[in-house]
């Protein structure tokens, strides 16, 4: 079972950046699609953005889009969440999480190992 271990969390002003990073253990990481999903206070997870074995496919809900970019390095066992022009709305915490899968998934119940999360504030 693979454990997943987030980072790069915190407090950012509106318009702001921040880059999530997501460390897994195991030697399979390579052969699975990743995924970043968030959670606000009182609201379900949803998901952010994912992305293939390979980098060579991402995909991303529609309000980040343009703002937000995800990224692997199979060498290093490691997805990023690169996240810019960051809203207040964009506040929960954010999970990492490993797909059972080598392509694109958006579902949850799609991912089979999750990180503890990673808390992300963005003050207007």
């Known amino acids: 079972q693979a454990q997943l271990v987030e980072s790069g969390g915190g407090l950012v002003q509106a318009g702001g950046s921040l880059r999530l990073s997501c460390v897994a253990s195991g030697r399979t990481f390579a052969n699975y699609a990743m995924g970043w999903f968030r959670q606000a206070p009182g609201k379900d997870r949803e998901f952010v953005a994912a992305?293939?074995?390979?980098?060579?496919?991402?995909d991303y809900r529609d309000s980040v889009k343009g703002r937000f970019s995800i990224s692997r390095d199979n060498t290093k066992n490691t997805v990023y969440l690169r996240m810019d022009s960051l809203r207040p709305e964009d506040t929960a915490v954010y999970y990492c999480a490993k797909s059972r899968r080598s392509v694109l998934q958006r579902a949850s119940s799609e991912y089979d190992a999750w990180g503890q999360g990673t808390q992300v504030t963005v003050s207007s």
């Open positions: 992305i293939s074995w390979g980098g060579g496919s991402t």
